[in-house]
């Protein structure tokens, strides 16, 4: 068998990885368990596997044997390859005739860069297929026990960066208007500028005491959770060591983590069943 041949029986319903193609899948913000079927499928048919760096370890194993698994993660302040780099050499392979998984983590357009290199492919005449993935600003926070979304605390959600294409705090947000207009703000990559950001936010007319929870290494082992306040985050991270790859939320929604937080329940934690205390004005709303 030569290396653009498959002998993986496709299951019913999903796609046949044609040769020369490049398919963008998202794996998730880490638990394997979270892998979409598409995703599945794509990694038991590829040949080449190019993968990020939030990639768990334990999905390539479920590569098909032979299968090239060829590093192109990108780590804030590490050596990295250059994006046009791994655009060319998804090309490349493709060219080759070879089945290409680009396996991102959590979801590849959602600040992944999924869109840039699809249309690289688009303008090379590489055929491709997009496969979602869960996010880790909703994922990674369901994990943690908080919720992107309740309608007891948020009927909007605003999710951004924290740092534009030059590494620093993006100018372009508009910092005041997410302030005032978004009851919950989930936030990818914002550690190396969480205190910039908390006192923009701040300046902008949120308060020092706002709930605000911080989830490292989101849904896998060793994940870790820390809630603290808008005025205290960046003190309070770095008192407790945490690092990237963190999720930050700003929101009442983190309240509920003290009755949500099923993975802390599996270990003993007693959860409350009305973490923001509305029950009581819910009954005397109701006996008026």
């Known amino acids: 068998m030569n290396g653009n041949e498959s002998n993986i029986t496709v299951p019913a319903g999903l796609p046949e990885f044609e040769p020369g193609w490049v398919w963008l899948a998202g794996a998730g913000p880490g638990d394997p368990g979270l892998l979409t079927l598409h995703a599945l499928n794509g990694l038991r048919q590829a040949d080449v596997i190019v993968y990020d760096a939030l990639v768990d370890q ?54 992944g860069r999924g869109g840039e290199e699809a249309l690289g492919l688009v303008a090379a005449g590489v055929p491709f297929r997009v ?53 919950v703000i989930v936030m990818y990559m914002a550690m190396k500028h969480l205190e910039a950001i908390a006192g923009k936010l701040i300046a902008g007319g949120r308060s020092v005491d706002e709930p605000v929870g911080i989830v490292c290494n989101a849904s896998l082992a060793g994940q870790r959770v820390l809630e603290t306040t808008l005025g205290r985050c960046f003190e309070d991270a770095a008192e407790a060591k945490l690092e990237p790859p963190a999720i930050v939320c700003v929101g ?19 959860l409350i069943s009305d973490p923001l205390g509305l029950r009581a004005d819910r009954q005397t709303a109701d006996a008026g």
């Open 131 to 183: 496969i979602p993935g869960i996010t880790a600003g909703i994922g990674g926070l369901a994990y943690a026990g908080i919720p992107a979304t309740h309608r007891d605390c948020n009927q909007a959600v605003t999710f951004l960066t924290g740092h534009d294409q030059t590494g620093l705090t993006p100018d372009a947000v508009n910092w005041d208007g997410i302030a005032k207009g978004s009851p």
């Open 252 to 270: 009442e929604v983190v309240r509920l983590r003290s009755g949500l937080d099923w993975l802390g329940a599996l270990s003993g934690k007693e």
């Open 58 to 111: 334990s999905i390539l194993s479920w590569a098909k044997p032979g299968a090239v698994t060829d590093y192109a993660g990108k780590r804030g302040g590490k050596p990295s390859p250059q994006q046009r780099d791994i655009t060319l050499k998804l090309i490349d392979h493709a060219r080759k005739g070879k089945r290409v998984l680009r396996l991102k983590g959590g979801d590849p357009f959602v600040f």
